[in-house]
């Protein structure tokens, strides 16, 4: 059977899903200030965090249009599925769903499925290899939203934030808090609900305690690692994403690493320096 998967582009495609030809992705669009950006292969990063640290704004993103997804739906692939980033964080999936609900009115026969991830960045990545390993040994469309779904619920995102202006801007951090944390340079630990929305976990003075913290949350949360494949992505510190496989790697025994650079939307939320981590 042939697939198709649309993932918005909160989530980054690694090389060999680039190469795959199974994988495209759904771009939101940037905005800062009078700047406009669309989040796709032309995202030039470091243009992008010059122009967040120059403004006094907040960026802003907006989602792929319902007639985006469903135009990327109509691939005449037997199996069509979508990968979003958590609906508690943006449009993202009601889009994909409502896209989803045009393409059948013409298409009523169509096996398409929308993910929600309930995540961002590498979390997303990692649900769409979940898919290709689903699809590659052959499951019905049903076992594989089954499958999925079930590794869905299994999933945990930690992120630590070197550069709290973001969180700042968008009035998620007053700015005496953020002035207080910055002077001591204090990292909050981040992660996700269950239902896909953020909690502070944690916080430390210093990036380097921030991570070491976040190590030892994760390595008390994850079970059965063996058995799951751990993603990092990273926002301009990929040695500060080696450094967190090397100290987790130490204490967990992944079934594999998948490393990536932030895209556009995974960049404004992490903003530079900011690493997130998914298993």
Request: net charge negative; with cysteine; aromatic share 6%.
């Amino acid at each position: 059977m042939s697939y198709r998967v649309v993932m918005d582009s909160c989530g980054e495609l690694t090389e060999g899903m680039k190469k795959s030809g199974n994988f495209v992705t759904a771009s939101l669009i940037l905005q800062v200030d009078e700047y406009t950006i669309v989040d796709d292969e032309s995202f030039d990063q470091a243009d992008f965090l010059a122009k967040i640290a120059a403004s006094p704004n907040c960026p802003k993103s907006s989602c792929p249009s319902p007639e985006a997804y469903r135009e990327a739906y109509d691939c005449g692939a037997d199996h069509v599925f979508a990968v979003t980033l958590s609906s508690e964080l943006s449009g993202s999936y009601n889009s994909a769903m409502l896209g989803r609900n045009l393409y059948l009115e013409d298409h009523p026969e169509a096996k398409v499925y929308v993910f929600n991830s309930r995540s961002a960045s590498v979390g997303q990545t990692l649900i769409g290899l979940k898919i290709q390993e689903c699809e590659n040994a052959g499951m019905d469309f049903e076992s594989v939203v089954e499958t999925v779904e079930s590794y869905i619920a299994g999933q945990d995102t930690w992120f630590v934030l070197e550069n709290l202006e973001t969180l700042r801007k968008n009035g998620r951090l007053s700015t005496v808090k953020a002035l207080v944390a910055t002077a001591l340079k204090i990292k909050p630990i981040m992660g996700s609900t269950d239902e896909g929305t953020i909690v502070q976990l944690g916080q430390a003075r210093g990036i380097n305690r921030a991570i070491v913290q976040m190590v030892e949350i994760i390595a008390e949360k994850v079970e059965n690692a063996e058995e799951k494949v751990l993603g990092i992505a990273n926002c301009n510190c990929r040695e500060r994403a080696l450094m967190v496989k090397e100290a987790l790697q130490k204490q967990i025994k992944f079934k594999d690493v998948v490393i990536v650079d932030t895209a556009g939307v995974s960049s404004m939320y992490a903003n530079d320096g900011g690493i997130i981590v998914v298993a």
